[in-house]
Every structure is written in C-alpha cells, then in structure tokens.
C-alpha cells in the first residue's frame, strides 16, 4: 500500500480545532483511495515555546525534513507578542520555511459560486474569479540582512533590508511562469519599481524571463495599482508573481473576495523535499477553542497537500468537491454566514465534510 508520513503541526489557537476535524478527512479519504496516511503531530509556535521553549523545536524541523509533506494549521498567540523576535512563534515559522527551503508560495484564490453574497464585493465583480498568487518566501525584506535595532544620540532606530538576487527572482519567476502555462498563460508581475532598487531589479529580471517565454503574456503593476486592481476588476488576474512581503499583504487583500480569509489554502515548495501546507489564516485567538472556526482553508489545505505533495490526485479532488458540496448544502461557519443558511461550529462543519465524502 502506498504509504505517506505526514507531519501535522496543529500551532496554536484554532489550530487544534481544525487540524482535529481535517486529521479525521483525511484518515477516511486515504481508506477510501488505497493508500495509508502515518501522522505525527509536532510543536510549532507557541505550542513550541511551551513545550521545548523555543518556536521551532530541533526535533520539529528534523521530523519535517524527513516527512513526506508537512500539514500546519496557525500559529501565534497575543501572550507572546513582548517575547524577543527568536521567541516570537512567528519566526519558528519562517525558520521552518527556511530550513525547508520553500521559496515558493502559491496561494490560489477562487470565488465558490455558492459564496458569492459572502464577499464584501459586490457579486458582478467577484464572479469568476480564480486566481494564484506566487509569493516568494524565503528572501527579500522577511530574511535580508542587515536588519536590527540600535541606539543613537536621536533616540532608538530600527531597520530591515529588502534584498533579492536575480537567482531569486529567477527561481520564483519560473514557477510562476509553469504554473502560468497549465492556466490561461498570464502573468502579472507586482513590484514597486518606480522607488525601489530591489523592485528594478526584480522587474528587469522577470522582462528579460517574459522574452524567452513569448506564449505567456506578462505584464507589470506597482504593487499600490494592484492593491486597487484586486478590488476594482479581480478578473483580470490570472497568476500574480510577487516578492515575500508584497504577496503577504496582497494574498490577504485577494483572500477577501472569496467571503473570508478561513476559505484560503496554500502550499509552499522548494526545488526538492517535502513540501508545506498551510492555511493562509491566522490562530485566530478570539475564537480560540469555542468551537467556531471555519476549517476549510485547512481541508483545502490537504487538499493541496494530497494533489502536489503526495500526487493523490483523486482523494485531492474528492476533499474538494466535499467542501463545494457543504457549500452548496447551505452549511456555513460564522465567518461566512449570510441569510437562509445554516450556522455550524467547527466540529460539526466536520461532519458534514466527512458524510460529503
Ligand atoms: C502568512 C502569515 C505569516 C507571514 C506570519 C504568520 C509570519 O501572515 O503566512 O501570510 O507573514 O508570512
Ligand atoms: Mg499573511
């Protein structure tokens, strides 16, 4: 039987919540397709604070690199945010993305049809949506050196450096570009080119990327018009390549067309090795264990795993169509709900996920 070793990290906040409810999904999906799914469930973030005082405990990232694909739901918690940044669950999780060398991060965002009233855009705009943002994630102002703070006869100054190699961009621009060529072969690379260095860099790069790749239409947009495009005519996005800090901030911005952020999954690869699959939300500490969090960015998380990790393309498709047949049951989490459906906690969303498949 084919066999898988996942390491599922639950984090902190609703995190337990909803990697209990996809945990559950994914054990019957892998009996139902024929294949065995060996979980191991690791500290990250604040649950690594608490348990080896550190945010990414060694024995974390070494299990990890010997899985077969990492599965987180959230990290982060407000009784950590005084801790120095090495503390900070945050930074376990960009050492985790580091120490696996995911420099790629896809984060598809599309428009269920039976989420339409959800979005706070108006329906006209959002309908047919379906867009990736590439965000690179290992480079740029999220790791560049120098960065600190320091002490001057004016008072405390602090700084961080934006820095990209063109071997950087080049790797992040040709996922962009393969993904581009299995979709409608559009590109739009988003940068601030009229300020910065780096951004300049960035652009001539993907130009000189869009000459060898003639089939793909790639074009350009200061990362402030984006912003504002993402909202005025979504449609005409197809694949948005963006550097670490601008992709953080534009993928939440696109997360909003689907209705809510808990809707959004994303998968982080490298050249080699396993790959990690992570909702785009947050812990969301508000809601912590009061059983109201919506799981399904982390059902369609796994499903991004079972598709591009594990190549389990049938049990990927099947855990989708699941969480599109809830959807349209009328099933909603407080986070999406509207009039004339039916509000479901965490858990119960689960069950409804688990007769749909
Ligand atoms: C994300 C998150 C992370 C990021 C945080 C939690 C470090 O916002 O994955 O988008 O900034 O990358
Ligand atoms: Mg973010």
């Not at 049951?329 to 749909?356: H, P, V, W, Y």
Request: hydrophobic share 40%; net charge negative; glycine share 8%.
């Amino acid at each position: 039987m084919r066999k898988y070793e996942i390491a599922l990290l639950p984090g902190d906040g609703i995190g337990p919540e909803i990697t209990a409810v996809t945990r559950n999904l994914l054990d019957q999906i892998s009996k139902n397709h024929g294949f065995q799914l060996v979980f191991q469930e690791l500290p990250i973030g604040g649950a690594g604070l608490e348990s080896h005082d550190c945010p990414l405990p060694d024995s974390t990232l070494k299990a990890c690199k010997e899985s077969s694909a990492v599965l987180m739901a959230a990290i982060g918690s407000p009784q950590y945010d005084k801790l120095p940044r090495e503390k900070r669950p945050e930074t376990g999780l960009l050492q985790l993305r580091a120490g696996l060398e995911l420099f790629a991060n896809i984060r598809p965002v599309k428009v269920w049809p039976a989420l339409k009233e959800a979005s706070s855009l108006k329906e006209e705009v959002i309908e047919g949506v379906d867009l990736i943002v590439v965000r690179e994630l290992t480079g740029g102002i999220y790791f560049g050196k120098p960065k600190g703070r320091l002490k001057s006869k004016d008072g405390e100054r602090a700084f961080n450096t934006m820095t990209y190699s063109c071997s950087e961009i080049d790797r992040i621009a040709k996922v962009a570009c393969d993904l581009a060529k299995t979709r409608k072969k559009k590109i739009c690379s988003v940068d601030k080119a009229n300020v910065l260095d780096v951004s300049q860099l960035w652009r001539d790069r993907v130009e000189k990327i869009s000459k060898n790749n003639p089939n793909l239409e790639i074009s350009h947009l200061y990362v402030d018009n984006a912003a504002m495009q993402l909202i005025k005519d979504p449609c005409q996005f197809d694949v948005i390549l963006t550097s670490n800090l601008f992709g953080d901030i534009l993928s939440d911005e696109a997360a909003m067309l689907t209705g809510s952020i808990g809707m959004l999954p994303s998968a982080s690869v490298g050249t080699n090795g396993p790959g990690l699959f992570e909702p785009v939300h947050g812990s969301a500490p508000d809601i912590a264990r009061l059983n109201k969090a919506n799981p399904l960015a982390m059902v369609l998380s796994a499903s991004m795993m079972l598709k591009i990790g594990l190549k389990e393309f049938e049990a990927a498709e099947k855990l989708e169509a699941a969480v599109n047949t809830v959807l349209n049951k009328g099933f909603r989490t407080g986070d999406l709900m509207s009039e004339g459906c039916t509000e479901l906690g965490c858990s119960e969303m689960g069950q409804q996920l688990m007769e749909a498949i």
